[in-house]
């Protein structure tokens, strides 16, 4: 565009100073949320919102701004800001993006201006005429951002003629002046954001009028149009008079072929305010009113002069963890929006979960609770690192086992957060008694046993789901108590040497039995019928039983008089990351069940888990997962709950809730303590005086002949 003298009355065609997008860190931030959360994979069109300012000094370019509340309805602006309705097509992939098929995008928001002008609708409210749209696609695995503006302007089929250009001193008094401004700011108390306005000239004053007063005005010849011009050219008005034009091109050209336009420009610098800079347009208007089509529309926003989009980089500007957290939440989203609508995510990552042992186990229990996006884990490990650990566990390397090793638990957790450090991750050193481990007398072995035991019961009080990951039987025996007590949901895992078992503990009836869960499950249990009862094919979670209820015996020192091979478990290294896995997706698969950890079993018993109807949306939530490595295969058994099981029994419970500490110390040092308490001393004494049929010699030995 060329410069030209503001007085120069020489008849030329209009010309517009386009606008420019500008897009604030914020908006970029808001739009990724809502991928993520809302829009998923929908990408039909949204409504968002936009602005632009009167007001900027000379030399900066007209501006429509976005930012994070763009997306919220209804719109706010900020002071000498006015509206700018926006559609977002936010598309799925950038092939999307660009084979977008701009120009019947672009036609089809200038079809939305035409028909608010035609039927009147953006005289009675004129943010109608303001509007743009924006295409993006959104990389949110490198926070790229591929974004493309239009502002839709209808061009009229005849030049719009300009006879001069003049500033607004240069055709008005200060009194003048003076009662435009006074005018404008009473309208604009009671109607915020009012862009588009007329200005009557009446008794040497100026007052300002909204579109809608048109019929009210007498004198047509002494009516202006007035807009909030955002350009700072001082030749050229801005974009938005475009729509504008249009609007008094179909509906006032036939009253008023000849007009002046007042392009308001409303500055304040250092606490002066001044309009001496708007322009007022001496202008030709044709009229439009026997099109009966949209007009042809222009409008897309060029980028270095050149017809195509731009993009953003926000990957060096945003905090890493922040986008470490948005990424693995991406993952799991991704999940949802495709195969698991109902996936509650939330409810994953706001588990806390407790894993006892930080071995080979409980690496990779880790590591996988945290790729579901659980947030807090707390390890807890009493052994240092040793050279032959970092091969197959998971969180350790070669320099932690120097120098003695460093603490398991500790050493973990801070892998844990190196490895994403959005995660709460913590690390004890702590001795877990154990039956068959007798406590020694002295009052400082009694003191410092008794703080671990409390340490224990308060580290399971405050974890939703403790897990079971220790080399030892017995080492599980107390936290089983524990959390049966407490009603926490317990994970079990254990390895053979080409074996492994995951099994979900019994949850135990609240103690107030109060909660609804234990009722679904119950009623779920016997929805066969009024006289059927649990089966091993269908029983309720809080009916099943825990590690220990298979076994007649209880846990005594397993590691007494065993060779090296026999004090270690010794596995096929693949065996501890299967079991590892299967333990996790058992317990993300039980927390998306409705009824939870009271969740009645599914079992594999006829191969009825291959149709049977899934209440979970992850699938089957089994008792116990018994795997096979050598002929690759599991099983998945259940059992009830033993009524003379060491562990979770009801007489073991009320021993411990009762006794406390004294009660564990008597099952720690006395070794039958716990056999004889729950009967199963007398029944292996009933077991021994059974009957045993005798078969002579003769009836033992078949004759050949």
Known sequence: ??????????????????????????????????????????????????????????GLPSRTSLDFNSFDEPAECPPHCFPSRGTLLNLNTIDAFKSCDKKSELERAADLIWRDITSGAAISDPSLLSRFLLLTYADLKKYHFLFWFAFPALCSPENVVINQTRHLNQCFNEQQIQSLQESYDAVVDNHKGLAFFLVQKKDDLLTVFQLSDWDLLSDKSQVMLGFCDPCTLDQYPGWPLRNFLCLAAYHWADELPSLQVLCLRDRTREGVRSTDHSLVLDIQLPSIKSLSECPKCVGWEKNKNKMAPRKVDLSASMDPTKLAESSVDLNLKLMRWRLLPSLDLDKVAQTKCLLLGSGTLGCNVARCLMGWGVRTITLVDNSNVSYSNPVRQSLFEFEDSLEGGKPKAQTAANRLKLIFPGVNATGLSLSIPMPGHAIGSSEEILKQTKEDVAKLEELIDAHDVVFLLMDTRESRWLPTVIGASKRKMVMNAALGFDTYMVVRHGLKPPKDGSDENVAAGASAASSGGADSAPSLNCIPGEMLGCYFCNDVVAPGDSTKDRTLDQQCTVSRPGLSMVAAALVVELLVSLLQHPQGGYASADTSAKDDHLTTSLISPLGLVPHQIRGFLSRYHSLLPSSFAFDMCTACSSTVLRHYETEGFEFLLRAFNQPHYLEDLTGLTKLHLETENCDILEFSDSESITSIN
Not at 7 to 16: A, C, G, I, R, W
Not at 31 to 52: A, C, F, S, V
């Open 1 to 58: 565009m060329a410069n030209s003298d503001s007085n120069d009355s020489t008849p030329k065609q209009l010309q517009f100073a386009p606008f420019s997008s500008a897009l604030d860190v914020g908006f970029w931030h808001r739009l990724t949320r809502k991928k993520l959360e809302e829009y998923k994979l929908d990408d039909t069109p949204k409504q968002i919102n936009g602005y632009y300012y009167n007001g900027d000094p000379d």
